[in-house]
């Protein structure tokens, strides 16, 4: 049984984590979006991976009709 477990707990490897999804976002999607990063855990277990995350998004509303015009929901 093979078992992985990762969690980032301290407010450094959170923002640092944080920053890079941000402006891979940005990047990929252009969309401008903050993001606050209060949890995340990661486990494998025999090479399935379960994720668990808390995180707090903030955009103004341009964004946010964008964001849902692009995946067809208007």
Do not use: P, W
Not at 33 to 57: K, Y
Request: net charge negative.
């Amino acid at each position: 049984m093979d078992e992985m477990k990762l969690k980032l707990s301290t407010n450094f490897m959170k923002n640092f984590i944080t920053k890079m999804i941000t402006k891979s976002i940005y990047k990929k999607y252009g969309y401008r979006i903050d993001i606050r990063l209060n949890e995340l855990e990661v486990e494998i277990v025999n090479g399935i991976a379960h994720l668990h995350t808390d995180v707090d998004v903030t955009t103004n509303d341009e964004e946010l009709t964008k964001i849902i015009k692009s995946i067809g929901s208007d």
